[in-house]
């Protein structure tokens, strides 16, 4: 005491005066932990807007304000579109600039959890008188008095204490309260029982101490600092994310030079070079990537909430399906954190307890003459009590006053031997003695009718010590050489559990022995003659769900590995009721065991399991560490402080493992903070644990995390199918910019048109692919190897740009000529006509069969070619993404119909802007398209009611006649069509002679008008047919009118009974019959 009162210039007795106090707090600062520096939001969201693609989406916005700019001088009303796309860009990259900026405002300072631990008041004695102070306002040398229920306000070195004990579960992961008194017990501070740190919670008793450190110069405020130091590093998802989008955007920047030098090369201006290359990286950069990702990350966060998962971090969803090592904390992790009586040892026969409470479980024989002692030295040798007003609560639940071993004796008691407040009533207590640590044993005497009953209860050598005889069948028998090994034995076989093992014994005391108010000293030299009643040991139970939870996670290729702070017999103990130590497994130390040889002469690789203590690990040498993981694997780690625990992590990372960390306890943050993903408990965790965690378990169930990985894989297997579907549309969105500038054609497919794909018609089918649900073998496989199994990867890469893309690009082609020849412009004639069709002053260019085009109408019929080429690209990924639904099952095995129709729903974008060709009309039908589309989720089911969906739906589900009607102008169009169709009659030989072609691939477009019309002189005789046409088709439909799109197909006669029906089949039934046709059709529809 006098070295600690010249160390620290106090006094013992008096404390600090109040001017020294103030004078070291102006030196020291404060008693509370400082909050680091952060980085300005402002800087955050503006890292948000200019990383990875967002550059190359600036770049080509301001190639389009410029194109635009460069254009209206130049007197172009028609280059509106590159202001459109310019606005476009922007708004996605300050969009997905929000989305990450929110994200990352959510992961709120580690700090602001600690200061919650700090306690607001301190009792403190200043020269001589005892103050209420400010916590805060503590400084090194003050003497402070804590109590039961006050939380330590510093780390203080303890000079005095009655009985006090505190709660350090929070900082080393002890489950049982700890005594404090002036003794150093142990070299390390975390150990020796005269150290009382700063925010644990003192449970009972009082001490006074000197303050020897404050704020960050404590123990938690060293892990405090410890935790803030330790990096973000960044997750497996985003790690994989940024490797896709460095590959993209180096395609992207080399295919759009390579076109910006290709178009140079041949003689295109500079301005007109730079919108290719503009033009390329809009088709290249998958403009909804990071939306798509979030989205599904998010439906798999919610998936998981339901499921008592709440992640804080969406990256971490993934980050846990990658998980390859879990290291747990033991108390309150994969233990229950509460004492619970696992055994008794009575009649010299180990038992064990049932402490369910309608005594269901595996008892033990409480007909044994025996019991009835044992059970009354439980009751009686017991300060705990219930808190009042739960009678009705079942007794696992109630709140109990007491520490946390007493507490577990008492509701053992009241399970099986009925009310202990009715008991204690019938034996009033005469004098106590309380439990301290030089004794080691608690002893209280009760009035028991017309004697005394004195009971005591302590560690069994304590507890023997003072006795003279032993129970067996109800009588007292003298000690024996015999019982006293078979108690040894039962010590150590308990203990060897993990088990906290207590004696008690009981003596009948002859009427007033002891009187009320005997002083507590004066009951330690009665207490002797005792008779042994028993053993009783407790312990942390595990959770009943967690070696399931184990099993899977070995299953699943997962190590999972103990890290406590608790006893290594303890620890090894809970590592083999769990599984972590698994069946058959030994130590070192079991090995030395079974070979009768000293541990020195075991070669430790001989075991399959290792327990390691704190003290051990701090000697280990560098890279020690990691040869331990690597030869032993099922390791168990005890003593360990919080800078190890940080080290273990570090190690398995180093080893090449995605780790994740589960805790609950101020000492795990640091290593929850550190780990790839951290998981805390949600209901016994620490503010600290959960604020440094990606993940909270709600229910604090370790078996919930294997639910975490199975989610995990799920959604990796997910989002590497939408990528895959993501990617495949690049090849037909940057074709037609190659052909465009290499064959001189007009252009088939246009910036916007692209834009609206990544926008818009493809999110809805690669969100959906979220909802795929988990293939069997998922979690049969070995966890993913970030540096191999990567998200985009070479085969994926090939298979969707040279097999998928190749076929969609030709399917779209294919379309592009057939649109123009129908309309008369034959694939020689297209090759090269670029120059002349762009041309706004060209006002007569000819076609194929004559016919002049203006430039309005020249520019119509591209906007159409951008429709055809669109609705190729889109048909092509309804089959994509059926691809996409599994990777290693048959659909039929997956379930082909399962958010199927999600998928499907891309042609409900597709049809909304068909045969428009302004932008500002398709929106305007886009909005009656939305009142529509409600039905179609509903009934899609039913193939014959697409036909409700007027001109587009009648035949998109019609093989071979997908796109017959896609020219189709529209009402707004019709007069256009009209006004031509004498034009059409004049070259009706043509037509006529290229029909048969035509009909082979089923394409009929806007060739209606003219196909099978003998000239304008046959008019009259056409539209009497069309009203017969219309006449019969609104009796024969009872699901709602296919509109103009079947009538114009009507329009040459009987043909139209066989374009674009089901297999051709009832076209040909009573030809010639009207009547017939239609009754047949009737029941076809009802089919």
């Not at 004695?125 to 510093?154: F, H």
């Not at 008592?308 to 998980?323: D, F, I, P």
């Not at 290291?327 to 004492?339: A, E, I, P, W, Y």
């Not at 996409?884 to 119909?897: C, M």
Request: proline share 5%; hydrophobic share 40%.
């Amino acid at each position: 005491v006098k070295e600690l009162e010249i160390k620290y210039g106090t006094s013992a007795t008096k404390g600090l005066s109040e001017a020294e106090a103030a004078a070291r707090l102006q030196r020291d600062g404060p008693n509370a932990l400082r909050p680091p520096r952060g980085t300005p939001g402002l800087v955050r969201f503006g890292r948000q807007l200019a990383g990875g693609l967002q550059c190359l989406m600036w770049v080509a916005a301001a190639i389009c304000l410029i194109a635009y700019g460069v254009q209206r001088g130049q007197g172009d009303r028609g280059s509106s579109d590159n202001l459109y796309l310019a606005v476009a860009l922007i708004a996605v990259v300050v969009v997905t600039g929000c989305f990450g900026y929110y994200q990352e405002f959510k992961s709120t300072n580690i700090i602001a959890s600690f200061r919650n631990l700090v306690p607001q008041q301190a009792t403190v004695v200043r020269a001589g008188q005892t103050l209420q102070v400010n916590a805060a306002e503590l400084v090194l040398g003050d003497l402070v008095e804590i109590k039961g229920g006050d939380r330590v306000p510093a780390d203080i070195r303890v000079l005095a204490a009655q009985g006090c004990k505190v709660d350090n579960s929070s900082l080393t992961g002890e489950s049982e309260p700890q005594t404090r008194s002036p003794e150093c017990t142990h070299e390390s501070h975390l150990e020796t029982r005269n150290i009382a740190f700063f925010s644990t919670m003192c449970l009972e008793g009082t001490a006074t101490g000197l303050v020897i450190g404050t704020g960050e110069r404590t123990v938690i405020g060293r892990i405090a600092s410890l935790a803030s130091g330790v990096g973000n590093e960044k997750t497996p998802i985003a790690v994989e994310i940024e490797h896709f989008v460095d590959i993209i955007a180096g395609l992207a920047v080399f295919f759009g030079a390579t076109f910006f030098l290709v178009a140079m090369l041949i003689g295109y201006p500079l301005l007109r070079a730079a919108v290719f290359f503009m033009a390329i990286v809009v088709a290249y950069v998958p403009e909804g990537l990071l939306a798509t990702v979030t989205v599904c990350l998010s439906l798999t966060a919610k998936r998981l909430a339901r499921r008592n998962c709440v992640v804080k971090n969406l990256e971490a969803v993934e980050t846990l399906g990658s998980t390859s090592v879990i290291c747990s904390d033991k108390t309150g992790t994969l233990t229950q954190n509460r004492m619970a009586v696992a055994h008794l040892w009575l009649d010299g026969q180990v038992l064990a307890a049932d402490t369910t409470e309608d005594q269901s479980g595996e008892a033990f024989e409480q007909r044994s003459a025996s019991w009835p002692l044992l059970s009354q030295v439980i009751t009686l040798c017991n300060r705990a009590q219930f808190q009042p007003g739960q009678e009705g609560v079942p007794v696992a639940q109630r709140d109990v006053i007491g520490d946390a071993s007493e507490s577990a004796l008492l509701k053992f008691a009241e399970v099986t031997s009925g009310p202990v407040a009715a008991a204690r009533g019938r034996f009033p207590k005469v004098a106590e003695l309380p439990f301290n640590s030089s004794n080691k044993f608690q002893v209280s005497v009760h009035e028991a009718g017309p004697q005394q009953l004195l009971v005591l209860k302590g560690a069994p050598e304590r507890v023997l010590e003072r006795c003279r005889g032993y129970l067996r069948e109800g009588e007292e028998h003298p000690l024996d050489p015999e019982w006293r090994r078979s108690l040894e034995g039962a010590c150590l076989e308990l203990g060897g559990r993990g088990e906290r093992v207590l004696g008690f014994c009981a003596r009948w005391l002859p009427p007033g022995s002891v009187a009320a108010g005997t002083p507590p000293e004066a009951l330690a030299e009665v207490a002797t003659g005792l008779c042994f009643a028993g053993l009783v040991s407790l312990i942390d139970p595990p959770r009943a769900t967690v070696p399931q939870a184990v099993r899977k996670c070995r299953t699943a290729g997962i190590r999972v590995i103990m890290v406590t702070g608790d006893h290594p017999v303890t620890a090894k103990a809970i590592a083999a009721a769990v599984g972590i130590i698994s069946e058959g497994s030994e130590t070192p130390e079991d090995v030395a065991t079974r070979l009768h040889l000293p541990l020195e002469q075991v070669d430790p690789r001989q075991a399959r399991a290792r327990v390691v203590t704190g003290s051990e690990l701090a000697a280990l040498a560098p890279g020690a560490l990691e040869e331990l993981l690597r030869t032993h694997p099922e390791m168990v780690f005890a003593r360990t402080s919080p800078q190890q625990k940080l080290l273990i992590v570090e190690s398995c990372q180093r080893l090449g493992a995605i780790v994740a960390v589960t805790g609950d306890g101020v000492n795990d943050s640091p290593a929850l903070k550190k780990a790839d993903i951290g998981v805390a408990m949600g209901i016994a965790g620490s503010d600290a644990a959960k604020q440094a965690a990606d993940m909270i378990l709600l229910d604090d169930n370790f078996a919930s995390i294997v639910t975490g990985v199975e989610q995990g894989r799920l959604i990796f297997d997910n989002l590497k199918k939408s990528i895959a579907y993501t990617l495949t549309k690049n090849i037909p969105e940057l074709a037609p910019y190659l052909v465009y500038i290499t064959a001189s054609v007009p252009l088939p497919l246009g910036c916007i048109t692209i834009l609206f794909i990544e926008l818009c018609t493809d999110i809805f089918p690669s969100v959906s692919l979220a909802y795929e649900r988990a293939e069997s073998d998922i979690m049969h496989l070995r966890p993913r190897d970030p540096r191999r199994d990567r998200l985009v990867n070479e085969p994926l890469a090939a298979y969707s740009y040279f097999q998928i893309g190749v076929i969609q690009s030709l399917a779209g082609f294919t379309d592009y000529f057939v649109a123009m020849a129908q309309e008369g412009w034959w694939p020689l004639l297209v090759l090269g006509l670029r120059p002349r069709w762009e041309d706004a002053h060209e006002q007569e260019l000819q076609d194929s069969y004559g016919q002049q085009w203006t430039f309005a109408q020249r520019r119509y019929q591209q906007y159409t070619c951008y429709t055809v080429f669109f609705i190729s690209i889109e048909v092509c990924q309804i089959a994509d993404v059926l691809i996409r639904k599994t990777r290693r099952l048959s659909l039929l095995q997956q379930g082909l119909f399962r958010y199927t129709w999600a998928h499907l729903g891309t042609p409900g974008h597709t049809w909304a802007h068909l045969g428009k060709g302004e932008w500002g009309k398709m929106v305007k039908i886009w909005g009656k398209s939305v009142k529509i589309w409600g039905k179609l989720v509903e009934i899609w089911g039913k193939s014959v009611e697409i036909g409700e969906f007027g001109d587009t739906w009648a035949h998109l589900g019609t093989p071979g006649h997908t796109w017959a009607h896609l020219g189709t102008p529209g009402e707004g169009e019709r007069g256009k069509n009209s006004e031509n169709l004498g034009k059409n009659g004049e070259n009706l030989g043509k037509s006529v002679e290229i029909w048969g072609k035509l009909v082979k691939i089923g394409e009929f477009g806007h060739t209606w008008a003219h196909l099978g019309t003998p000239g304008e002189r046959e008019m009259g005789k056409m539209v009497k047919i069309w009203g017969k046409s219309v006449k019969i088709w609104g009796k024969s439909v009872d699901i709602g009118e296919f509109g103009d799109t079947w009538a114009h197909l009507g329009a040459p006669g009987r043909t139209w009974a066989h374009l674009g029906t089901p297999g051709h089949t009832w076209a040909h039934l009573g030809k010639g019959k009207w009547g017939k046709i239609v009754k047949i059709w009737g029941k076809l529809v009802k089919i």
